[in-house]
């Protein structure tokens, strides 16, 4: 009789652990990255992974897969069709083009998978794009720089990488900023790639070319290259450029008071889309559908900036952090759950 009891309380306890088990939900999500070149992409890789980790303080148990690798457009169609056999519950990707991504999108809806693009847009119907408006980011720059200059003056731009739907949406965006200030010239544009070195050597090419500048539009990693060309050449009291959201950057702006505004793209961008992918996934709905864009499918994160008058704020955030940390942002779960209904 005891063995019997002793049974029947044994599987009333598996029985009891099984219908917990049940009761939590669960999902796999499979995060791309197509470029492994800077420390932000690992930032937002690690940012992301850290977001998923705390669902499990609301009972959610979130998995995430990452591919993350230096792979051309191709290659970053290959990582989607890897998530889409491993039977994921959601996709979420920053993309190395807007449009080439369609035809395996829609296969990865067909199996019922949740596509949702950060930091770069996609035109594809079914996906969804959260981030912060990449022509509004550069377009913040640029105003900074026309108002600082008052309006007038030689600029230079140097811009990342060329055919990048991010890169494309802000040069256009700085572009028409410019054209409404007929006194600004844009003497000379360049590509470097979103990388600090090469950015470096773009502003020593233009110097030499171009040594009465006044202004320097420039991206992300670049312009801490940038910026150290121009101390070099012993001009930071006589050229104002865009800046960087870098500690290091941060840190060397606030030393050497250097005349610099810093459009934010948060690296936290791909953690916003991992919350809103949740709540997607539990079938909660926006308030606000994500028709914005040129693509009719976006929902914009607001796009922090850093100037003079915000600088040392930013730099407070950034104590105690690696050089190479960038200052960030990112929907909570409480401010991304605020959004539906």
Known sequence: MKKFIAIALATVATLSVSATGASAESFKIGLSNGWVGSEWRT?????????????????????????????????????????????????IINPNSPTAFDPIFAQAKEAGILVVATDAEVSSPDAVYVGIDQTAWGAAGAKWLAETLGGKGKVVAINGVAGHP??????????????????IQVVNEVNANWDQAQGQQ???????????????????????GAWKTIMDAGKTSQIAATGEIRKDFIDLWIKDKLNSG???????????????????????????????????????LPIPFIDSNN??????????????????SSLSIDEASALFK
Do not use: C
Not at 204 to 224: E, K, R
Not at 319 to 328: A, I, L, N, Q
């Open 202 to 224: 773009a502003m020593q090419n233009i110097l030499a070319t171009y040594p009465d500048i006044n202004g320097v539009w420039v991206q992300d990693g670049m312009a801490a």
């Open 43 to 91: 930032q937002m890789i690690d940012e992301a992974k850290a977001a998923a980790a705390a669902w499990k303080e609301k009972g959610v148990d979130v998995e995430v897969v990452v591919q993350s690798a230096n792979v051309d457009v191709p290659g970053q169609i290959a990582h989607v069709r890897n998530f889409i056999s491993e039977g994921v519950n959601a996709i």
């Open 311 to 328: 600088v040392a704020d930013a730099a407070k955030q950034l104590e105690g952090k690696p050089g190479y940390y960038s200052y960030t």
């Open 262 to 300: 810093a459009t934010v793209n948060p690296p936290g961008v791909m953690a916003s889309a991992l919350n809103v992918a949740v709540l997607m996934l539990q079938g909660k709905e926006l308030k606000e559908p994500a028709t914005a864009g040129q693509y009719k499918n976006a929902m914009y």
């Open 166 to 183: 991010a890169n494309e949406m802000r040069v256009a965006g700085y572009k028409s900023v410019f054209s409404q200030h007929p006194d």
